[in-house]
């Protein structure tokens, strides 16, 4: 399914096969994971704004907007 998605978004359908069935991500995703522990990310979602500004859980597109708005400030 997530190949057949990516070649309607326009993905080599052979770039997309060969990232599914390789490891070439993992040491970044691993970097990802234990930055976010060490920022006390303990849940899903959590977003970061211009690495200002945070929001924990289910947001509104307003209020989603207006943190971005301040973090670019």
Known sequence: MLIKIASVRGFEKSDIERKLDGD???KSVR???EEAQRLGISGVPFFIFNRKLAASGAQLPDQLLA???QAQA
């Open 67 to 69: 943190a971005i708005k």
């Open 31 to 33: 970097a990802e994971i």
């Open 24 to 26: 070439d991500d993992i």
